[in-house]
DNA sequence: TTTCTTTTTTAGCCTTGTCTAAATTTTTAT
DNA sequence: ATAAAAATTTAGACAAGGCTAAAAAAGAAA
């Protein structure tokens, strides 16, 4: 794989866990900083070699075997970071650059080494997990919104209770799968103030106890 | 500069420092496994950049800023070299392609975080010095032969007496300024045996002590 | 010095990855 | 349902870096 195949490969990977589903043209575009016209000459490149699902007009999608290889960069990615943070003592903040660069040497001998000379870490210094040697993930597991912390960032991925009424709630309240949402504060009583897209609203410890949710995992 | 530009450089360097002199476009292509059409033009693009001193017909020869950005490349090879060998425990004999890699890496801050992270290392697993993060090289002293290792590669570089008989000896014997040679033996009074391209001859303590080596550098 | 051989350069073409402009398809809105 | 807007693809071009074949220059030999 060239480089650019490769970071086509990382962004799409990460624009998938956004959309769940097919990846746009456009989207893929912005997220590479490049026109939509090169974005399709490269997916057909991409498509041929099996890595996505294309059709046109339709968007793309990744194949397991896409899937597995972007995941193998991302770990690359992450291992790298934190051999730069906890060796080199770089701060969290100053290495996603370098690692960009890193992420891209072929040697499966040396990325296991790394490995084994970090301590086989299992997240970087983001706090994001670092994939196996098989590209395999192990899952963030979802959790009840009222057992939340407060600050951190998190995504709807589900709700407990699917009666009608308490959906047409969430409807009304803009709480769809996949938002962001970030607890701002937590009553006595598990009620607890959140944000969504700048906007706080209050739910209750029912609703908050049948809404599901994730960490939000940053991307790189 | 890119990738390619960056190689050709450290080869010319390489090159240079054999040839003395110009090096030429078909050394070149030869040391960069392409073809000499192919050296022609990089070698005009590297030259408009101000990197080497080009007149057509008439080969190359790196300028001072060619010269250290080569040495900044080698630099970060040799450094990458005794991270892999000291802290990921591979074998000297087995970095040099991962190494080839890792130094293309840009980021000046990397490389010298790397530097003190591996305490500040003058030669790399193979015995070859690493220059500073000036390009600067520390010069290897030349030494009489008759202080010589057994065993190590030598070039000859000068020599102390220059009586015509004595340098009509020289050349009888085939011993010119920059023929490689190593001691095989050292007898008790200092005369020895050294091999000269696959041939050994055994020199006097006198012709030992008035011919001056220094210790052949290998190449990467 | 003139011819032959070797080296080097030029000319023209290819691939990768990018771009712009135009064409086409899909989606949205009336 | 159809027109307008947005998204996507196609067509054609370009720069980098490489190649082959042919031309030109330099060097060696007669």
Redesign the pocket.
Known sequence: M????E??LKGIFHLQRETKGEV????I?ED??????????????LSDKGLLL??????VQLTELGRQKASLIIRKHRLWEVFLVDKLHFYWDEVHEIAEQLEHVQSDALINRLDAYLGYPNFDPHGDPIPDKNGNWTVREKISLKNAEIGTRYICVGVKDTQQEFLRYLDKKNIQIGVEMIVMNKEFDDSMEIQISDTVIFISSFVAENIYVQEKLDRN
Request: no cysteine; charged share 25%.
């Open positions: 060239t480089l650019a195949e970071n086509y746009s043209t456009n989207a575009a590479m900083q490049t026109q939509p016209s090169s974005v399709t000459d490269m997916i057909k490149k294309y059709k046109k007009y339709k968007g």
